[in-house]
């Protein structure tokens, strides 16, 4: 059997971007929010106590004074997955959740982050990242490129491609940009 990744191509403002996002992978993301066995065991019960809930508010409090493009993006993603908001916030609370959790389960202590692996020498440079943090994210993952633009001018606000957590916003994981890149002799002149 062979695997393969979708990819959704996708431009508009940070909310229509959001909204394609949701739209195209609505199943997935659902069906991750249903059947996560850390969501419904570490997550969830988080937010049912004083400290989940003040949390949670603060949090998008914060959210939305320094980052309202991104909360926009995720009440697109929301609307278009045809999920509450809160809901789709939490999933992008995930990982920050999960150190903040004293009832976290002994499997996701273990697994707190990705592999990263690095070699440098004179000949040979690599970096290698593999997204091994969350067991469960392999059949529900997907990629996009995205090309967010302004409402008002059209001007490119940002432009990558990123790997994707169901129902997270991109570029919490391995992702690339459209920035040329400056060679080192370039840089120092």
Known sequence: MSKSLPLLFTTGTYYEVGYSIGSTFAERINRYWNES????????????????????????????????QYIQEIR????????????????????????????????????????????????????????????E??????????????????TELENFTSFCYPGELPGTTVAFNRQPVQHRQDMNQ
């Open 37 to 68: 066995e850390s969501l419904i065991k570490c997550d969830l019960p988080f937010y049912e106590t004083s400290r989940g809930q003040e949390y949670f508010n603060t949090a998008l409090k914060v959210c939305e004074m320094n980052f309202p």
């Open 76 to 135: 697109g993603l929301a609307d278009g997955a045809k999920m509450p908001f809160d809901q789709v916030f939490k999933l992008n609370l995930a990982k920050e959740v999960r150190h903040l959790s004293n009832n976290l389960p002994i499997a996701y202590k273990e697994k707190s982050g990705c592999s990263d692996v690095y070699l440098n020498t004179p000949t040979v440079k690599i970096l290698g990242h593999n997204e091994d943090c969350d067991f």
């Open 137 to 154: 994210i392999e059949k529900y993952a997907y990629m996009v490129s995205v090309r967010i633009v302004d409402d008002q001018s059209g």
